[in-house]
């Protein structure tokens, strides 16, 4: 499997340079040249443990890492290590909760990003260098970078986040991590803005080159690999507890990663007959999967942050299948969204967008009465994100298809939304207790990537 850039401007690569290249030099992103189909394998596949399913899913993808060493990376990350079991399923209600929360961060980005690290460590260690990963959140994915990077051989790892816009237990997961090649950036502006300056000073080359950087957001295609193993996993824990041969997936969504793993299980043959694109008020791709319309809005602040999104990274992948693959027309719309902040696609002639996705928006008002619904009948907390989704989800017929919603962290990590939610101080998980007695270390920038050049230049020297 060789890896191709949406822009056209790479040669096919292999799967080790793909993922140490992270955005593609072009400044499109890397995608494997085909989508395996493996539908055949399903049955035999729906039995393996968590780490061997991984395996069989990634081993599609990552053809120039010999098994045996792919193997190990996997059973490392997806072991004891791990800290919980890895995308349980558990029926709550109505709805199939795809738990993503039981890694070391509490966090969906868990799942990947601790195979990333471990796979960074593994292509350095034999390929020999050293590597500055550069990386931008909103919230959840810069701690579980940090904490699949931190203490790592030959390894240096950048964070930048929105200067009080994340909240104060993401910002306290990532800024107390005190080891040496870890490295806190706030910005003094939006999550936008941190993106903006990643992708910027990922595309200038001779900087990349020099500095060895490589990516950690979802840009970076192992990112999304990773993620695509665990829609197989939901799929075949629902079957075998309902007996359904079909499934619909929510995904609460803001930078189109998630959704996107979700899409390539799809076309691989797992037995999704829809996707549903689940976004708070900032809902550029619900507005995109209603009208054709890709634009820009006000971003607003709410209680999902990692939603708080305005330009979803991923949507360029989906973008160029959605097109057919042409990647010189695909520049030309993400050039035009560069100067216009929109681009357009026309649907098709009965009005649709896309028959994959459905779309929907969940306010905050929906999100805080989903998580109060659901502590008072069932017992159970769900994070704002999650809530999010399952206030999309219950809008939709389902016509006796379960509905399988990814829960994307532990609501201890919102204190003050389930606290608004449900009038009471429940939001609470030890290693997260223990975070507010720890010290800090963070650097706050302005919203120059000049400024972000120069602090990368001066830690690495």
């Given at each position: 499997?060789?890896?191709?850039?949406?822009r056209?401007?790479?040669?096919?690569?292999?799967?080790?340079?793909?993922?140490?290249m992270?955005?593609?030099?072009?400044?499109g992103?890397?995608?494997?040249e085909?989508?395996?189909?493996?539908?055949?394998?399903?049955?035999?596949?729906?039995?393996?443990?968590?780490?061997?399913?991984a395996?069989?899913?990634?081993?599609?993808?990552?053809?120039?890492?010999?098994?045996?060493?792919?193997?190990?990376?996997?059973?490392?990350?997806?072991?004891?290590?791990?800290?919980?079991p890895?995308?349980?399923?558990?029926?709550?209600?109505?709805?199939?909760?795809?738990?993503?929360?039981?890694?070391?961060?509490?966090?969906?980005?868990?799942?990947a990003?601790?195979?990333?690290?471990?796979?960074?460590?593994?292509?350095?260690?034999?390929?020999?260098?050293?590597?500055?990963v550069?990386?931008?959140?909103?919230?959840?994915?810069?701690?579980?970078?940090?904490?699949?990077?931190?203490?790592?051989?030959?390894?240096?790892?950048?964070?930048?986040?929105?200067?009080?816009?994340?909240?104060?237990?993401?910002?306290?997961?990532?800024?107390?991590?005190?080891?040496?090649?870890?490295?806190?950036?706030?910005?003094?502006?939006?999550?936008d803005?941190?993106?903006?300056?990643?992708?910027?000073?990922?595309?200038?080359?001779?900087?990349?080159?020099?500095?060895?950087?490589?990516?950690?957001?979802?840009?970076?295609?192992?990112?999304?690999?990773?993620?695509?193993?665990?829609?197989?996993?939901?799929?075949?824990?629902?079957?075998?507890?309902?007996?359904?041969?079909?499934?619909?997936?929510?995904?609460?969504?803001?930078?189109?990663?998630?959704?996107l793993?979700?899409?390539?299980?799809?076309?691989?043959?797992?037995?999704?007959?829809?996707?549903?694109?689940?976004?708070?008020?900032?809902?550029?791709?619900?507005?995109?999967?209603?009208?054709?319309?890709?634009?820009?809005?006000?971003?607003?602040?709410?209680?999902?942050?990692?939603?708080?999104?305005?330009?979803?990274?991923?949507?360029?992948?989906?973008?160029?299948?959605?097109?057919?693959?042409?990647?010189?027309?695909?520049?030309?719309?993400?050039?035009?969204?560069?100067?216009?902040g929109a681009?357009?696609?026309?649907?098709?002639?009965?009005?649709?967008?896309?028959?994959?996705?459905?779309?929907?928006?969940?306010?905050?008002?929906?999100?805080?009465a989903?998580?109060?619904?659901?502590?008072?009948?069932?017992?159970?907390?769900?994070?704002p994100?999650?809530?999010?989704?399952?206030?999309?989800?219950?809008?939709?017929?389902?016509?006796?298809?379960?509905?399988?919603?990814?829960?994307?962290?532990?609501?201890?990590?919102?204190?003050?939304?389930?606290?608004?939610?449900?009038?009471?101080?429940?939001?609470?998980?030890?290693?997260?207790?223990?975070?507010?007695?720890?010290?800090?270390?963070?650097?706050?920038?302005?919203?120059?990537?000049?400024?972000?050049?120069?602090?990368?230049?001066?830690?690495?020297?």
């Amino acid at each position: 499997m060789e890896y191709v850039s949406t822009r056209g401007g790479v040669e096919p690569i292999g799967f080790q340079d793909a993922v140490l290249m992270g955005l593609a030099d072009d400044g499109g992103l890397l995608i494997p040249e085909t989508i395996p189909d493996v539908s055949g394998r399903l049955d035999a596949w729906s039995g393996l443990p968590y780490a061997d399913l991984a395996f069989e899913v990634m081993r599609q993808f990552a053809t120039d890492l010999p098994d045996d060493d792919l193997r190990d990376v996997v059973s490392r990350t997806y072991g004891e290590a791990y800290g919980g079991p890895v995308a349980p399923t558990v029926q709550v209600g109505p709805v199939h909760f795809l738990e993503l929360w039981h890694g070391p961060t509490l966090a969906f980005k868990d799942v990947a990003l601790q195979f990333l690290g471990n796979l960074f460590e593994y292509i350095l260690a034999t390929r020999g260098g050293e590597l500055n990963v550069l990386g931008a959140t909103s919230g959840d994915t810069g701690s579980a970078a940090i904490h699949g990077c931190r203490g790592r051989n030959s390894i240096r790892i950048f964070i930048l986040h929105p200067h009080g816009r994340v909240s104060p237990i993401q910002e306290r997961q990532m800024t107390t991590v005190l080891d040496d090649n870890v490295h806190n950036v706030a910005i003094e502006g939006s999550f936008d803005d941190c993106q903006r300056i990643v992708k910027a000073l990922a595309s200038d080359l001779d900087f990349k080159s020099a500095y060895s950087l490589g990516a950690v957001n979802s840009i970076n295609w192992a990112r999304v690999m990773a993620q695509i193993v665990y829609y197989f996993k939901a799929f075949f824990d629902v079957r075998r507890a309902t007996g359904a041969e079909t499934v619909r997936v929510c995904v609460p969504t803001g930078n189109f990663g998630d959704i996107l793993a979700a899409w390539y299980a799809m076309k691989m043959g797992v037995p999704i007959s829809r996707l549903l694109l689940a976004t708070n008020e900032n809902d550029i791709l619900a507005r995109f999967f209603r009208t054709g319309r890709y634009a820009r809005g006000e971003l607003r602040q709410t209680l999902a942050p990692a939603m708080d999104i305005q330009v979803s990274s991923n949507f360029e992948r989906y973008l160029f299948y959605r097109i057919g693959g042409d990647a010189t027309r695909l520049k030309g719309l993400m050039d035009d969204f560069g100067e216009t902040g929109a681009l357009e696609i026309e649907p098709a002639e009965d009005g649709v967008v896309d028959p994959d996705f459905q779309d929907g928006v969940g306010t905050m008002d929906d999100c805080l009465a989903v998580i109060r619904k659901y502590h008072e009948e069932h017992g159970y907390l769900l994070d704002p994100h999650t809530a999010v989704g399952v206030a999309v989800a219950e809008r939709c017929e389902l016509g006796g298809e379960p509905m399988v919603c990814v829960a994307t962290a532990h609501p201890g990590k919102f204190p003050d939304a389930i606290r608004q939610a449900t009038g009471e101080d429940l939001a609470h998980h030890p290693p997260i207790d223990a975070l507010m007695d720890l010290p800090t270390r963070c650097e706050v920038l302005p919203n120059d990537q000049e400024a972000v050049r120069r602090f990368i230049i001066d830690t690495v020297g």
